[in-house]
């Protein structure tokens, strides 16, 4: 199994049965073929929106290079979607694209979502909502 090496990194003790239904796809998006997949919302504990870019697994090269974001790995089942790791891109080695590729297989990560310029307190935020 993956194991963490930085302090900002979160695992999920959730299963797809009992995560509620804290994200949903960009309704103004919902009518356009080329982006609603590409835009996904999740809500803090605090009830704040976090937008956030999507991107495949397969594109741990560009999650590597990112610098400055909360970085969410989401498996999928069917089109339930859950949260099940969650890190600051700033406290990661840059360029760590093999580490990203083991953790997505590891934790069955589908996708990686990424809300751009995010700092601890969007981390801790998000996290107390999606991961505990």
């Known amino acids: ?31 356009t073929d080329s982006l ?25 090269s560009f999650i590597a290079d990112v610098t400055n974001g909360a970085v969410i790995g989401v498996a999928r089942e069917g089109v339930t979607t859950r949260p099940v790791c969650m890190f600051l891109a700033q406290d990661r080695k840059p360029g760590d694209r093999y580490a990203l590729r083991r953790m997505a297989r590891e934790l069955g990560v589908a ?11 969007t981390l801790r935020d998000l996290s107390a909502s999606l991961l505990n």
């Open 36 to 60: 609603r997949g590409r835009f996904f919302s999740w809500r803090g504990a605090s009830g704040r929106r976090y937008v956030c870019s999507v991107f495949q697994s397969g594109e741990e």
């Open 111 to 121: 996708e990686w979502h990424v809300h751009f310029c995010a700092d601890a307190a």
């Open 1 to 31: 199994m993956y194991q963490p090496r930085y302090s900002s990194f979160s695992l999920s003790h959730r299963t797809f049965n009992d995560s509620a239904s804290r994200g949903e796809a960009l309704r103004s998006l919902a009518e």
